[in-house]
C-alpha cells in the first residue's frame, strides 16, 4: 500500500505550519510514503491519526524528509481541533511516541490550547552525545555561539541574537542539526527579546528546514530565556513568521494559538 494516496485526509495549518492529516482510526494503517505526500502537498509534516488505548487518539508525525519524529505542538492543536469538533466536547487527548499525553482545550473560536508537559534539561534526556552544560553548550558557529538545549518531547537548540533577521539560517540550520553533540540531531531556534518582553523567533526544524511555526521551539526558546535570567514572567507572546504563539511555563508548558484550513 505504501505509495499510494491517502483518502481521508485534510490539510490544517498551526499559526502557519502546514500539514496533511490522516485519518486512520478505521484500519490503523501507517504505510504511506510519506516524502511524497509532503512534497506534493507542500507540507512541513504529514500527521496520521490511529487509534490509542490511553488517550481519544494515538498521533503519529512524519517531517517532510519521511522520518517519524517525537513531538509537534502546533500539530496537536490541529488534531485536538478535529477530535474536539467530532465529539463536541471543548477538551481531549493525545498520545505520542514517546509516551506523553498531550491535554488539548477549545480557547475561542479555532483557537487551541495545548498542555505540553514538563520540559527535559538534564544532558543525558536532550539527549547529547557528552555531559555538557545544558544552559552554555560548547557551540560556537558564524555568528552563534552558547546556546541553550532543552527537550519539550524532541531535541532544541536555542541561541540568542540581537536581530534574527540577519542570522543565515538557511545555510547555518543543516549543520545545527546535524550537530555531532545531538545523535538524534536537533531543532534549531534564533531568537531575540522585543523591549515589549515578547519574544521573535526563527526556526529551523529537523527534517523539514525553515518553518513558518514550530510550536516546541516557541516553548523551548522561552524557557531558554528564563533559564538565562532574561524574562522574569511565567508567559509571554512569541512572534514567529507564520503568527504569535502565546507560551506559559509554572509547571507545565501551555502554548495557545491558532488554527485553520488549507
Not at 478505521?26 to 505526500?37: E, H
Not at 543565515?168 to 522585543?194: A, M, R
Amino acid at each position: 500500500m505504501s505509495g499510494q494516496n491517502p483518502e481521508n485526509f485534510v490539510k490544517m495549518h498551526g499559526t502557519g505550519n502546514n500539514f496533511v492529516i490522516i485519518d486512520s482510526r478505521s484500519t490503523n494503517n501507517l504505510d504511506w510514503n510519506y516524502r511524497k505526500i509532503a512534497n506534493q502537498n507542500n507540507c512541513d509534516q504529514v500527521i496520521v491519526i490511529t487509534n490509542s488505548s490511553t488517550a481519544d487518539c494515538f498521533m503519529h508525525i512524519y517531517n517532510a524528509d519521511g522520518g517519524e519524529v517525537e513531538m509537534c505542538g502546533n500539530a496537536a492543536r490541529c488534531v485536538g481541533y478535529l477530535i474536539m469538533s467530532e465529539k463536541g466536547t471543548e477538551y481531549t487527548t493525545i498520545e505520542l511516541i514517546n509516551k506523553r499525553i498531550l491535554e488539548c482545550f477549545k480557547v475561542g473560536y479555532k483557537f487551541i490550547k495545548v498542555n505540553m508537559g514538563k520540559p527535559l534539561l538534564k544532558w543525558h534526556e536532550i539527549p547529547l552525545a557528552i555531559e555538557c552544560d545544558t544552559l552554555h553548550l560548547p557551540i560556537e558557529i558564524a555568528m552563534l555561539k552558547d546556546p541553550v538545549a532543552v527537550n519539550i518531547g524532541n531535541p532544541h537548540i536555542v541561541f540568542f541574537a540581537d536581530n534574527i533577521s540577519e542570522i543565515p539560517l538557511q545555510n547555518l540550520g543543516p549543520k545545527l542539526e546535524n550537530h555531532i553533540l545531538f545523535p538524534k540531531k536537533t531543532n534549531v531556534s534564533i531568537v531575540q527579546i522585543e523591549k515589549s518582553g515578547e519574544i521573535s523567533l526563527i526556526v529551523w526544524e529537523r527534517g523539514t528546514g525553515i518553518t513558518a511555526s514550530c510550536g516546541s521551539a516557541a516553548c523551548a526558546a522561552l524557557i531558554a530565556f528564563t533559564l538565562r535570567g532574561h524574562l522574569t514572567a511565567q508567559q509571554t507572546s512569541v512572534n514567529l513568521p507564520g503568527g504569535k504563539l502565546l507560551i506559559e511555563w509554572s509547571d507545565n508548558l501551555l502554548m495557545t494559538g491558532d488554527i485553520g484550513f488549507l
